[in-house]
């Protein structure tokens, strides 16, 4: 080969590549214009919202519903504490107490809350009147005997006897 070929050979590898390379920069180029594009549109949002103007109302929200859940966690611990301490545990007994009087319109009552402390109420109704007695219960005992009604009431309401 002489050299005139060799520098025409050269010369068409050349532009070959020089072709190929302005196709790449070119295909590049719309490229990146389309990833630009894709970018601000990002970055500017829809309806000429910024990304820093939504990040900044997620924020906001945000800390909204924190303060929203820091207030509830509040109210469920107040309720916690109203339910522990309302009566909760309930036992009856109905009973006649004194002999002739029918329908066991007597009856005892165990009122307790969540730590098993609270009343037994006795009501005895009689032909001439009704008495009413009430007894403290702590922590399911109490300091006084208890009749076989006001036992079998505590009991109720204790969980040890089921109706």
Excluded: P
């Excluded at 025409?8 to 920069?25: E, F, L, Q, R």
């Excluded at 029918?102 to 001439?128: E, P, Q, R, W």
């Amino acid at each position: 080969m002489d050299q005139s070929a060799l520098q025409t050979a050269v010369m068409a590898a050349s532009i070959i590549i020089s072709i190929v390379a302005i196709v790449i920069a070119v295909i590049a180029i719309l490229k990146y214009k389309n990833i630009y594009r894709l970018y601000d549109s990002f970055i500017r949002g829809r309806d000429a919202e910024s990304l820093e103007d939504l990040i900044l109302e997620e924020e906001d929200r945000i800390e909204a519903l924190e303060a929203a859940d820091a207030a509830n966690k509040e109210v469920m611990r107040t309720m916690n504490r109203n339910i522990r301490a309302s009566f909760q545990k309930c036992g009856v007994v109905r009973y006649d107490a004194f002999e002739g009087m029918g329908g066991k319109v007597s009856f005892a009552l165990a009122l307790l809350d969540y730590t098993n402390t609270g009343i037994i109420l006795n009501c005895m109704h009689s032909a001439s009147g009704c008495f009413l007695y009430i007894k403290e219960v702590e922590a399911g005992a109490t300091d006084v005997q208890l009749g076989a009604e006001e036992k079998g009431a505590l009991e109720r309401a204790l969980g040890y006897v089921s109706d």
